[in-house]
């Protein structure tokens, strides 16, 4: 077998790689630069060519054009540290196998090498997904490398995409990117939120209507299907559609057919639909408010889109994006965010999801008062509850959590705990919200004379962390053990033990 090129002008990422394939007996061929590869390429070929994205004296995208000119079967793995989508779908437009963030997993850089390796050796080609930059997405989870490599290979289709995701995650950055990287890139990209329209005039925005089809239509008006004409309609909050009209737009979607308000002459509606909602359609359609033919005509293609309290690795970055956007938009110095401070955002649950995060780093450009944001600079309502001078907070018992504690309101409209309860923090250092919740359950079962406190807390404290792993990685029981540094065999022993299985 050939070996594995590695292209890198980073001598420890070479090393390392080297020294990791070394050990499942690949052999390997490392280069500091575009250059030497491309001179070596004259001689030989690779098995599998792993390249870095930006390097000096040359592009691993220009790499990759060269290869894919020459050996259109070979493999090539991008390697890049600026985790953002623009880089995700250049290396797809350039018809890379597969797309590697760094910092990466070692064990799993090896094993996308390995599929790379078996799909060179079955001869197969590598991806041909064409695409153009969305620079405002940004992302280093694997949840977001997932859905910028679906962006990716949905650059040549024209189906009908659902993207589902909670308020705020950013559902229409996603469409627009899915627009953008289409072939209706050329055509328009309309955007309709479904919930925000009356129901009286949402078919009439939708289909438009002709002159004299009801009080106060004095002109004929297009509806937003004839606006995006040879583009894309984006229908967010689908699942708030009223039930009637449900029935229109599946008639739109099956025939591509559609009459304005009052009109008679059919139009034809070349178009591309992408819908999104943050409700759960399945649940709809059981409770009769959704009709099921529609779901299923709507869900072609689903991208879920996570929840920012899943992709908590990606809140530094998208802070600092965020800060430099308000501060260009206001025309100010962009300011900095400590480390601490950084620390505690990322630790933070943000219901509101990225749009909550975007809006305090305007807060912050306006309302911080120095260059340098500290945990102290932010809102109070973000501020942790901490205990000084004889100030303390208060947590109560909230069954809708698993018994775990919530802060409740002092009389003076502050919150406050005993310090017998609490314990005092050391100066200078903050009290965790969960810290004193559990101090209070701990209180609670005392008082209450409960056998086995520790037992107790153990057990609820493990099927807490378990149940949330499992959500995070969407039930991969393996995935989960690996990030909660626990076995396979105790984390399937676990679930058993805890009746999680259910």
Not at 245 to 269: E, I
Not at 425 to 441: D, H, I
């Amino acid at each position: 077998m050939k070996p594995i090129w590695i292209v890198d002008d980073d001598q420890s990422i070479r090393w390392v790689l080297e020294k990791a394939l070394a050990r499942e007996n690949f052999a390997t061929r490392s280069f500091s630069g575009v250059r030497d590869a491309l001179a070596a390429l004259e001689q030989e070929s690779p098995q599998v060519l792993v390249s870095d994205i930006r390097m000096p004296g040359g592009s691993g995208l220009e790499l990759l054009q060269t290869v894919r000119d020459r050996l259109p079967g070979l493999p090539v793995i991008i390697m890049t540290a600026f985790s953002d989508l623009d880089s995700a779908v250049a290396a797809f437009q350039g018809g890379a196998f597969e797309y590697l963030a760094k910092p990466f997993d070692v064990d799993k850089a090896v094993e996308l090498i390995r599929r790379a390796v078996d799909e060179s050796m079955r001869g197969e080609a590598a991806y041909d997904d064409r695409v153009t930059e969305t620079p405002e997405m940004l992302g280093q989870a694997p949840a977001m490398q997932d859905m910028f490599r679906a962006i990716g290979r949905l650059s040549h289709s024209a189906a009908t995409v659902l993207i589902t995701g909670e308020s705020g995650t950013g559902k229409e950055l996603v469409a627009r990117a899915l627009h953008r990287h289409s072939p209706r890139a050329n055509g328009p990209f309309i955007a309709l939120n479904t919930a925000a329209i009356p129901k009286d005039l949402l078919e009439s925005e939708l289909f438009g209507h002709e002159r004299g089809a009801f009080t106060g239509a004095q002109a004929m008006r297009q509806g937003r299907f004839e606006q995006a004409e040879n583009g894309t309609l984006f229908l967010d909050e689908i699942g708030d559609m009223p039930f009637d009209l449900q029935t229109r737009l599946l008639r739109v979607l099956s025939d591509g057919q559609f009459y304005r308000v009052g009109g008679h002459n059919p139009l034809k509606a070349n178009v591309r639909v992408i819908a999104a909602t943050h409700q759960n359609l399945e649940s709809r359609v059981r409770q009769g408010l959704f009709r099921e033919d529609l779901y299923h005509r709507l869900n072609v293609i689903r991208l879920r889109l996570p929840a920012l309290r899943e992709r908590s690795e990606d809140i530094p970055l998208l802070t600092r994006h965020f800060l430099q956007k308000s501060a260009r938009d206001l025309g100010v110095e962009p300011k900095r965010v400590s480390e601490e401070a950084l620390a505690y955002l990322a630790s933070l649950p943000f219901p509101g999801n990225v749009r909550q995060l975007e809006n305090l780093c305007n807060w912050l450009t306006v309302m911080a008062p120095a260059q340098t944001i500290e945990q102290k600079d932010l809102p109070p309502d973000l501020t942790p509850t901490q205990e000084y001078a004889g100030e303390s907070t208060a947590l109560a018992a909230n069954p809708d959590a698993g018994g775990m504690a919530q802060p409740t309101a002092g009389t003076n409209g502050t919150s406050s705990m005993p310090a017998t309860l609490a314990g005092a923090a050391p100066a200078g250092v903050p009290v965790s919200v969960w810290e004193n919740g559990l101090r209070t359950e701990v209180a609670r079962l005392l008082r209450e004379n409960t056998a086995d406190v520790m037992d107790e807390l153990a057990r609820r404290f493990e099927a807490a962390v378990i149940r949330e792993a499992l959500d995070f990685t969407r039930g991969r029981k393996v995935e989960a053990a690996e990030r909660l540094g626990i076995g396979r065999n105790t984390i399937t022993r676990k679930i058993q033990e805890l009746h999680l299985d259910a």
